[in-house]
């Protein structure tokens, strides 16, 4: 009778787990801080984004390819676009990543082992002693409220 029962068991803690590591998406709105062209006409282009709804500061630094540099010519430094975003479990890093799939009217195909393509995350708060602030304190962990706000930068 155990063994009948176990079979079902396993199937739908497998179905479970792989439920869990579904890809998600999001759409959010980012800022571009800075956008730096490289090569003539249609080359790359380096961008600097911002997460504008997520407290602390939440950035993507991105290097899009010729493709998305012709889709995107005019993008400069202070434009706030629409972005979506999927999160997906890595199972090579053991951790979960964010794909940056659109900015704005434009596909986005970022290579995720390319060292120019990260995102970055901190909090920074004044150290202020007798009135005078004698410091900056920056914490780069992922709390509850910034995951609440922005899923897309979970980690664990």
């Known amino acids: 009778m155990r063994r009948a029962l176990l079979a079902p068991v396993l199937l739908l803690g497998l179905l479970a787990a792989s439920a ?3 890809p998600k998406s999001y759409s959010t709105m980012v800022e571009v801080v800075q956008a730096r062209r490289f090569g003539q006409g249609t080359g790359m282009v380096d961008l600097e984004l911002k997460y504008v709804d997520c407290p602390g500061d939440a950035r993507r630094v991105m290097r899009g390819d010729k493709a998305f540099a012709a889709c995107a010519p005019s993008i400069k430094a202070g434009d706030k676009l629409a972005a979506e975003l999927e999160l997906k479990y890595s199972p090579e890093k053991g951790q979960y990543r964010s794909d940056l799939l659109r900015l704005g009217d434009c596909p986005v195909s970022l290579d ?6 990260y995102e970055l995350y901190q909090d920074c708060q004044e150290l202020k002693r007798s009135g005078s602030v004698v410091g900056v304190h920056c914490n780069r962990q992922r709390s509850p409220e910034l995951l609440a706000k922005c899923p897309w930068l979970r980690r664990k």
């Open 20 to 22: 869990c590591n579904k």
């Open 112 to 117: 995720a082992k390319d060292e120019s393509n």
